[in-house]
């Protein structure tokens, strides 16, 4: 992870925001998430990391569209999701941790689908699915029902379909859950790909060393707050040990019951 | 738990009853002398055994492509034969509960009006089913080795559904042709009488047994045991050789080289309504229920023929018959495509409102539906338009009703757990979809016979989709 200069900190905040999360709550037979702010920028790549219940998964149901929030607004580039769901939708993509794809549709079929419902012109959504494919590895199996595949299959037939219709902003709950080594890899390589291209990427992980390597920026969520934000070295900055892994800052985090939750920029 | 004991006792006293009312007569058969009556007491059992032989080919058929504890059973110090020797065992356990339970009222009158020795007929059943168990091992495995695992989970569940209703409707189309009405009547003509063995042929031991025969109880008994153990014996042993074969199946492969043309031009509506249909296509178990449905209906079909053919009007008896299969079928149909969502969170997450979503559904169901009721809507109205077109609105409205109880219930499953539907959904929908079918059928019948009386189960069809809609549960 690259560490932040002055420059780059001015620039972050000059860039358009992708995601903006205030106040948001949403409680079930106790808080889950807890007056929270949240915002991400433009082709940044945020990984949200927390303990168990924390309220991460949470957050990323409500701001697909999900779940509905009891407070608080979500705004999707300029488009205020909870009054204009459909339009929000429209450029943005989830991705759990679950790959729910069709067992008797082949990775072609569920791509066409998913395009068809993202209204994608067939041409173009064609191109991109056969380029999303080959990236993915899965062009020897395109024409195969998905109900034979392996878990790590049916999670970059997922991706790619969280992929095809070029989403600005791509939610992702814990998407490396039971993959191999290799497909982990493969997945981390698309999303970075698609950063760079001025995609915007927000994912929850419990590897604390994908968003060591991948994120841009970290956000730490507890009990339904976020509790610390920023890049590794901000972070570290936070706890006062500047030569800590990224496990042992989180856990002095997530530890210490004196730390405010992070306001909005 | 206390009103399902008490509609427990209800719906036995009332098979009871059914069951006094069919078989009172021939309690007290000689089964020395009376041909007639081991002829018609074997073709019932020929009815049940076929019943057994069905369930228990679909039973096989899971354990052989289960996957839920193959690598734990194939890993584990107990060798493969063992295994499924005792699987095997436990589905002729099974079957045999299964056809004694649907005995029971029938053995039960037998001993309340015919004495004790009549008790010996639940082991006749029960042999009956360890048979069933064995014919579905022998049947499957040859399946198997001659088709290849991957066509046969496909080809055994629609045999099965096959053998389950070939000898109902075999036997009904023996009846329209002959007597030209529904009845069991082919098994008690002259003809057959005379051109069957004699009684003491060893083909009516079973029957025999039933009708309380020591020696033919024993010899079928035996005889049940000794196949039962064949079965264990021949197959058990490369059974685990062959579930390996089906896990490792690969899958069916899609001829297709470019985007559908069908969907170049598409709206989204479109798209959900293709996709529901490609996977209904494309469900081996849906295509054997599919199947049954349409099988069933083919005696009410052929019966119209016969009777348009010979100038008679009681086709009017087929209006209700295909209301009430379309009932059942859109039920299972709007299951699938409701709460059956493999994606859920894709759909939830396209930009489609969720009333779009819902209608699409609805509209994949009733569709569906359409095409299989249409071309018998169709027949039937080269006899009376006027009945086509009650059979046609009736069909729609008990596919529609059957649909707005399953959205008004729908729960978050998957399409895998389809069979068990009935386990995971509400009662009160599984209720609702069965009396409001009725209710429907019962609506069209009197409709097509042309009285006012249609109004009361319309009115009570009516009431049960209302009062469902009224005690549904809040959709989150």
Not at chain 1, 86 to 91: M, P, R, S, W, Y
Not at chain 2, 104 to 124: K, S
Not at chain 2, 320 to 339: E, K
Request: with cysteine.
């Amino acid at each position: 992870m690259h560490s932040p200069t002055p420059t780059a900190i001015m620039s972050r905040t000059r860039r358009p925001v992708a995601l903006a999360v205030r106040g948001l709550a949403k409680r079930f037979d106790r808080p889950a998430v807890d007056a929270l702010d949240l915002t991400v920028y433009g082709g940044e790549f945020y990984v949200l990391v927390g303990p168990n219940g924390a309220g991460k998964t949470t957050t990323l149901r409500m701001v697909a569209g999900l779940l509905r929030p009891d407070a608080g607004s979500i705004t999707t580039g300029a488009i205020d999701a909870l009054a204009d769901p459909l339009a929000a939708k429209q450029i943005t993509a989830w991705l759990s941790d679950e790959p729910m794809i069709y067992d008797k549709l082949t990775p072609f079929e569920y791509l066409e689908f998913v395009a068809g419902l993202w209204r994608i012109d067939s041409g173009e959504a064609e191109a991109r699915a056969r380029e999303l494919l080959g990236w993915l590895g899965l062009e020897p199996h395109a024409h195969e029902r998905c109900e034979g595949f392996s878990r790590g299959m049916r999670q970059k037939v997922a991706l790619a379909g969280a992929l095809v219709h070029d989403p600005k902003l791509i939610i992702l709950d814990e998407p490396l859950t039971g993959l191999d080594a290799g497909s982990a890899r493969v997945v981390k390589n698309v999303l970075r790909e698609r950063v760079t291209a001025g995609g915007t990427v927000i994912m929850t992980t419990h590897i604390l060393e994908v968003a060591e390597r991948l994120a841009d920026r970290i956000g730490v969520i507890a009990s339904g707050r976020l509790i610390a934000e920023g890049t590794l070295d901000e972070l570290r900055h936070k706890t006062g040990k500047t030569a800590a892994s990224l496990e042992e800052t989180f856990l002095t985090l997530v530890a210490d019951p004196v730390v405010q939750p992070v306001a909005a920029e | 738990m206390r009103n399902f004991a008490i509609a427990l006792i209800v719906f036995a006293g009332f098979m009871h009853l059914l069951a006094y009312s069919m078989i009172r007569r021939y309690v007290g058969a000689d089964v020395g002398h009376e041909l007639a009556t081991i002829v018609v007491v074997t073709g019932i059992m020929l009815l049940l055994w076929s019943l057994l032989l069905a369930q228990a080919m679909e039973l096989i058929t899971r354990v052989l492509y289960s996957r839920s504890d193959l690598d734990l059973i194939l890993t584990s110090p107990v060798s493969s034969r063992k295994i499924f020797s005792v699987r095997i065992g436990r589905i002729a356990l099974e079957v045999a509960f299964f056809a004694m339970l649907l005995a029971m009222p029938f053995i039960d009158v037998m001993v309340v009006l015919g004495g004790a020795r009549w008790l010996v007929a639940y082991g006749v059943v029960a042999a009956m089913g360890a048979v069933a168990a064995a014919f579905a091992v022998a049947l499957t495995v040859a399946l198997f080795r001659t088709i290849g695992a991957k066509r046969t989970r496909l080809i055994a569940q629609i045999v099965a559904a096959v053998i389950g209703a070939a000898f109902v409707i075999g036997l009904q189309i023996a009846a329209i042709f002959s007597f030209g009405s529904f009845s069991l009547a082919p098994i008690q003509s002259a003809w057959l009488i005379g051109h069957v063995p004699h009684v003491g042929s060893p083909v009516w031991w079973p029957a025999r047994a039933v009708l309380g025969d020591l020696t033919a109880v024993i010899l079928v008994a035996a005889i049940s045991i000794v196949l039962l153990g064949a079965a264990i014996l021949v197959f058990a042993a490369r059974f685990g050789d062959h579930v390996v074969a089906a896990a490792a199946v690969s899958f069916a492969v899609v001829r297709q080289s470019g985007w559908s043309s069908s969907l170049r031009r598409r709206s989204a509506s479109r798209v959900l309504r293709h996709k529901e249909w490609t996977l209904l296509r494309r469900d081996p178990w849906l295509m054997s229920q599919t199947l049954m449905q349409i099988l069933y209906l083919l005696p009410p079909a052929l019966f119209l023929w016969h009777t348009f053919h010979n100038g008679t009007d009681t086709y009017v008896l087929l209006v209700p018959m295909l209301v009430m299969a379309a009932g059942h079928l859109g039920g299972g149909l709007a299951w699938l495509s409701i709460s059956g969502e493999d994606a859920a969170d894709l759909v939830a997450t396209a930009p489609l409102s969720p009333q779009r979503i819902v209608w699409a559904k609805i509209e994949a169901v009733v569709g569906a539906v359409a095409l299989i009721f249409a071309p018998l809507v169709a027949a039937l109205a080269f006899a009376s338009v006027k009945l086509a077109l009650v059979a046609g609105a009736g069909v729609m409205i008990a596919t529609a009703s059957a649909t707005l109880i399953q959205l008004c219930f729908r729960t978050q499953a998957r399409r895998s757990q389809f069979r068990h539907r009935h386990v995971s959904s509400s009662r009160i929908a599984t209720f609702g979809e069965a009396f409001s079918s009725i209710a429907w059928a019962a609506t069209s019948a009197l409709i097509a016979t042309g009285t006012w009386l249609a109004l009361f189960p319309a009115l009570i069809a009516i009431s049960i989709l209302g009062g469902i809609r009224l005690i549904s549960p809040p959709v989150t």
